[in-house]
């Protein structure tokens, strides 16, 4: 009886274990991370430009916003030639997508407007920023939104080969 309850103890507590780091798991985690050209097939939006301000530091050395010059639109478009681009991933525990950005880095990026979003206020809640409906919004997700390319020449290749 005692091996018993001690097999049952240990499998209860094997089970809480299991239970809550699934919990925090779940939080990000993916089956599958889609890559950027796999994202761009399916965006509304997708942006080549440089990027020319880097928004607020947020938790995990994540930016909340960059402002990129729109220099080629593959997929979409854009009211203007520089565009402001919110990060929704930013800070969570799925951030990191503008960490690596410095002033002047050429990227491609997948984004969505924000007045496409449907009920950001719910989305949003939680967060400490409110992007206004006229700018851009990278989403939250399991794919690779974005492209930084070493040079303008790889930038120029990329473009050559592109299929999506």
């Given at each position: 009886m005692l091996r018993l309850t001690r097999a049952l103890m240990g499998c209860a507590c094997a089970a809480v274990l299991v239970a809550t780091a699934a919990e925090r798991a779940a939080a990000c985690s993916c089956v599958a991370s889609p890559?950027?050209?796999?994202?761009a097939r399916r965006a509304?939006?997708?942006?080549v430009g440089r990027v020319m301000e880097i928004g607020d530091l947020k938790?995990?050395?994540?930016?909340?916003?960059?402002?990129?010059e729109v220099e080629r639109t593959l997929k979409g478009a854009v009211q203007s030639s520089t565009v402001k681009v919110w990060n929704e991933a930013a800070g969570s525990s799925c951030g990191g997508t503008f960490s690596?950005?410095?002033?002047?880095?050429s990227i491609?990026?997948?984004v969505v407007?924000?007045?496409d979003v449907e009920n950001p206020s719910d989305m949003w809640a939680f967060m400490d920023f409110h992007p206004p409906a006229s700018d851009l919004l990278v989403r939250l997700g399991c794919?690779?939104?974005?492209?930084?390319?070493a040079s303008d020449q790889e930038?120029?290749?990329w473009l050559r080969r592109r299929r999506f």
């Amino acid at each position: 009886m005692l091996r018993l309850t001690r097999a049952l103890m240990g499998c209860a507590c094997a089970a809480v274990l299991v239970a809550t780091a699934a919990e925090r798991a779940a939080a990000c985690s993916c089956v599958a991370s889609p890559t950027f050209d796999e994202e761009a097939r399916r965006a509304p939006i997708v942006l080549v430009g440089r990027v020319m301000e880097i928004g607020d530091l947020k938790p995990d050395e994540d930016r909340g916003s960059i402002v990129l010059e729109v220099e080629r639109t593959l997929k979409g478009a854009v009211q203007s030639s520089t565009v402001k681009v919110w990060n929704e991933a930013a800070g969570s525990s799925c951030g990191g997508t503008f960490s690596k950005l410095v002033v002047g880095s050429s990227i491609a990026l997948v984004v969505v407007r924000v007045s496409d979003v449907e009920n950001p206020s719910d989305m949003w809640a939680f967060m400490d920023f409110h992007p206004p409906a006229s700018d851009l919004l990278v989403r939250l997700g399991c794919g690779q939104p974005l492209k930084v390319f070493a040079s303008d020449q790889e930038r120029d290749r990329w473009l050559r080969r592109r299929r999506f």
